[in-house]
């Protein structure tokens, strides 16, 4: 991938840097409509999360917000939860949903490949269910928690949700899962779809630039009809879906007639209606992280996700 570069000692440079923003804090400032601030996950990790509150919730302490786990985009090889686009997004969500919004600083590839970030994902769980942070116990309803991905984060928040499954019971109580939100979940695999073909040299998603990221996202010596980019590819019923099923929770998967993995988000959402899984699809014009790329076009995609997490 030509965008990150190995050295001898066995780091890597990336060579395309994108801008960070602070948090803010600052509940006195006038102009602030959503607070945020950074909180340590794993001090053994070094993850982190940043939280968005919506400045109202102080005024209405008795009036508990919903919970979105935010995983951001970035191919699993950059972004953070720092990055001024995930931060814009995460904190316009936390106010047109007017819910509390955690975005995780997960470990990115390839210093730290698959599963790696799955990990820090499930971690990150555990943490939420037990932390004193004040935003989590003072404004947030537990029981009412969503996992929402963006491209490379909606692959991780498909995989955190099954691996959450095998993890619901009194370890994660008091948190509640009640749903997955797949926003152009980033998948791939061995063979090409009509999509990828078609649309091989996109400006925002091309087919070289998925392969170079997931050969250094994935574990070493595997292709990319391994299950963590190739979810469909599995011959035998996935027990885990059971889970989900018997657990109720709803499935969202978002994506764009623009976006070369069209194909696949569709593929996905099919093989999902078949395991018996309450599946909701939104699909529509557009191209691979719209919403997170242009602000201007995400307020179409508030309305479905303000209608999925408030609906019972």
């Avoid at 400045?55 to 917000?65: F, H, M, N, V």
């Avoid at 936390?94 to 470990?107: G, I, K, P, T």
């Avoid at 590819?233 to 929770?249: L, N």
């Amino acid at each position: 991938m030509s965008g990150i570069i190995s050295n001898p000692d066995g780091t890597y440079t990336r060579r395309i840097q994108f801008p960070t923003v602070p948090a803010e804090p600052n509940p006195t400032s006038p102009t602030t409509r959503v607070l945020s601030k950074d909180v340590p996950v794993n001090p053994e990790t070094r993850t982190t999360a940043r939280l968005f509150l919506p400045r109202e919730a102080l005024d209405l302490p008795a009036s508990k917000l919903p919970l979105v786990f935010y995983y951001h985009g970035g191919a699993f090889v950059y972004l953070s939860a720092a990055s001024s686009s995930n931060h814009d997004f995460c904190s316009d969500m936390a106010l047109q949903l007017r819910a509390l919004v955690v975005s995780l600083e997960y470990r990115l590839a390839p210093e730290h490949r698959l599963p790696a970030a799955y990990d820090d994902a499930v971690d990150a769980l555990h943490w939420i269910a037990s932390t004193k942070e004040e935003w989590v116990t003072e404004f947030t309803d537990l029981s009412s928690c969503f996992l929402m991905g963006t491209s490379a984060g909606g692959n991780l928040a498909y995989h955190a949700g099954l691996r959450a499954c095998e993890a619901i019971g009194d370890r994660l109580q008091p948190l509640r899962i009640k749903g997955l939100i797949l926003h152009h979940p980033f998948f791939g695999g061995s063979d090409r779809t009509g999509s990828e073909l078609a649309m091989a040299d996109d400006p925002v998603l091309s087919l070289p630039g998925c392969d170079g990221a997931w050969s250094l996202a994935l574990p070493v010596g595997t292709d990319r009809d391994h299950e963590y980019c190739n979810p469909t590819v599995a011959k035998e019923p996935d027990d885990r879906y059971v889970g989900i099923r018997e657990m109720g929770w709803r499935v969202l998967v978002t994506g764009c007639f623009g976006d070369p993995l069209i194909d696949r988000q569709m593929q996905l959402a099919k093989m999902l209606e078949k395991e018996g899984v309450r599946i909701t699809t939104h699909f529509g014009d557009g191209f691979h992280g719209m919403e997170v790329i242009d602000p201007s076009k995400a307020q179409g995609l508030f309305v479905v996700l303000k209608n999925f997490v408030y609906t019972t």
